[in-house]
């Protein structure tokens, strides 16, 4: 398995503290309320994942970074959660899961998203029910991403680090930036990463091609509806 772009143990150490638990955690387990088996794709340095752990319910963390992995497993009430090394591809179909989530864009890294819709409904129950967040390309978010408009400084537990993103392409949807990270030391750690900006009808085709019905499109994790501008798309359907 790659371990781009998370194969760096420093960055990953920084990943918790710029991802902090927030209203898209509370979301996702509003969801699991009441569920008994939980499948989270992409889930990282499991964070959401090991919160979403209760008495008689399986959770799954499934990622393919085994450095992000590595961390999660190190975490406190790891031992709680199954962790896969993978990509979606290593969802099982198992046909009992009552929730699947793919939080944090996962979603966006993958370029064949009717391939992973596919493979999630074979994972759910029906009546079972997933969801995931995704950028509305109508915002047209990779403008910002340059040198100018997000350099900064800040102290960490790392050291003093300077960051930025440099756009790379933009092309048909798929978007190529680079992500600096400069230590103390004089190290820039680079990550590229390679998004894929959908709209949020060629979504929701997908997913009702994959099987899933009562598709519901939003514009925030307070379920505010979807305007042409959002930034912000989060999904929720239901596996017929």
């Known amino acids: 398995?790659?371990?781009d772009p998370y194969g760096d143990e420093?960055?990953?150490e920084l990943y918790d503290l710029d991802n902090p638990a927030g209203e898209d955690h509370a979301y996702y387990r509003g969801l699991?309320?009441?569920?008994?088996?939980?499948?989270?794709?992409g889930c990282g340095t499991g964070l959401l994942t090991r919160s979403l752990a209760a008495p008689g319910r399986v959770v799954i963390g499934v990622d393919p970074s085994p450095t992000m992995l590595g961390y999660a497993r190190r975490r406190p009430g790891a031992d709680a959660v199954t962790w896969i090394e993978g990509d979606f591809s290593a969802v099982e179909q198992t046909h009992d899961a009552d929730l699947v989530i793919s939080t944090g864009n996962t979603i966006m890294h993958i370029s064949n998203q009717a391939e992973v819709f596919s493979t999630l409904a074979g994972a759910l129950r029906p009546g079972g029910v997933i969801s995931f967040e995704s950028r509305n390309p109508a915002a047209r978010a990779w403008e910002q991403w340059?040198?100018?408009?997000t350099y900064g400084e800040r102290d960490t537990p790392a050291g003093h680090l300077r960051e930025w993103l440099d756009l790379i392409e933009v092309s048909d949807g798929r978007v190529v930036f680079d992500a600096h990270n400069v230590f103390p030391d004089g190290h820039d750690a680079i990550y590229r990463n390679?998004?894929?900006?959908?709209?949020p009808e060629s979504i929701t085709t997908d997913l009702s091609q994959a099987g899933f019905t009562d598709i519901e499109v939003r514009s925030g994790w307070q379920q505010q509806p979807l305007t042409d501008d959002a930034r912000l798309l989060v999904f929720r359907a239901t596996k017929r």
């Open 1 to 3: 398995m790659t371990d």
């Open 10 to 12: 420093l960055l990953v």
């Open 32 to 41: 699991a309320d009441g569920t008994r088996k939980v499948v989270d794709l």
């Open 146 to 149: 340059t040198r100018e408009a």
């Open 194 to 199: 390679t998004l894929y900006f959908r709209s």
